[in-house]
């Protein structure tokens, strides 16, 4: 029934909670954060979610930039501790970006499902990531080989959920919306957004999350093995 798989890889494919979590520890020790009023790791890297998830809410509605995005992360959790050493931020930030995309860790049976669903379609990845790391990280993870095309906003000029960055990717890949099928864990990102262009949708929703409905996407699944019994 479908000719191209589009995959997102945050979430869905490439475990950026373990990678982030490993890299904040090792950013923890390299700079002694305890020094600065952060007790412990795990403080750390609760915060810092919670700041990052924010930020990324507002890039993806396109009230920020990148180059925000990343250096505010840390400006903003040293700003709630009284310090304002923003060279040191941006230090910081450009050793966690670069420790983080290079951590090897997939979501359970990524790879197993990729090596069976690649002799089968072709497959490509669209993601709101930025381009420079994305390929890191999927060649960190070996799974940079299984996949065709890469889209970004950097080279369809939209983020998901905009229809815009679906539409570019299937001009790229020459594909009619029905031939196509989008596999991803955010709910408005990818679902709501794969649906605006016309094309069919797996959720992957692995911790079961309730979610407003909207739509239906045309399946649902808790573990990537069971794309094996929808494709």
């Given at each position: 029934?479908?000719?191209?798989?589009?995959?997102?890889?945050?979430?869905?494919l490439?475990?950026?909670?373990?990678?982030?979590?490993?890299?904040?520890?090792?950013?923890?020790?390299?700079?002694?954060?305890?020094?600065?009023?952060?007790?412990?790791?795990?403080?750390?890297?609760t915060?810092?979610?919670k700041?990052?998830?924010?930020?990324?809410?507002?890039?993806?509605?396109?009230k920020?930039?990148q180059?925000?995005?990343?250096h505010?992360r840390?400006?903003?959790?040293?700003s709630?501790?009284?310090?304002?050493?923003?060279?040191?931020?941006d230090e910081?930030s450009?050793?966690?970006?670069?420790?983080?995309?290079r951590?090897?860790?997939?979501?359970?049976?990524?790879?197993?499902v990729?090596?069976?669903?690649?002799?089968?379609?072709?497959?490509?990845?669209?993601?709101?990531?930025f381009m420079?790391?994305?390929?890191?990280?999927?060649?960190?993870?070996?799974?940079?080989?299984?996949?065709?095309e890469?889209?970004?906003?950097q080279n369809?000029?939209?983020?998901?959920?905009?229809?815009?960055i679906?539409?570019?990717?299937?001009?790229?890949?020459?594909?009619?919306?029905s031939?196509?099928?989008?596999?991803?864990?955010?709910?408005?990102?990818?679902?709501?957004?794969?649906?605006?262009?016309?094309?069919?949708?797996?959720?992957?929703?692995?911790?079961?999350?309730?979610?407003?409905?909207?739509?239906?996407?045309?399946h649902?699944?808790?573990?990537?093995i069971?794309?094996?019994?929808?494709?």
């Open positions: 029934m479908y000719k191209h798989l589009f995959f997102d890889l945050d979430h869905t490439w475990d950026h909670n373990t990678n982030s979590k490993l890299a904040l520890d090792e950013v923890y020790l390299h700079f002694d954060l305890h020094t600065y009023g952060i007790l412990s790791s795990v403080q750390f890297y915060i810092f979610n700041i990052n998830h924010q930020l990324w809410d507002l890039y993806e509605q396109g920020i930039s180059p925000e995005l990343r505010q840390f400006r903003m959790i040293f709630e501790l009284g310090c304002y050493d923003y060279s040191l931020c910081i450009d050793k966690y970006i670069n420790i983080s995309v951590k090897p860790n997939l979501l359970p049976n990524a790879k197993l990729l090596e069976y669903l690649f002799p089968k379609y072709p497959l490509h990845i669209i993601t709101n990531g420079e790391v994305q390929d890191i990280k999927m060649t960190a993870g070996g799974i940079k080989h299984y996949f065709k890469i889209v970004t906003f369809s000029g939209y983020k998901k959920p905009e229809a815009g679906f539409e570019y990717a299937l001009d790229l890949v020459g594909a009619k919306p031939e196509c099928i989008m596999i991803g864990d955010s709910f408005q990102s990818d679902i709501v957004g794969a649906h605006q262009a016309g094309i069919d949708t797996v959720f992957f929703n692995p911790d079961g999350r309730a979610q407003e409905l909207t739509l239906k996407p045309k649902e699944v808790k573990d990537l069971e794309l094996k019994g929808i494709f």
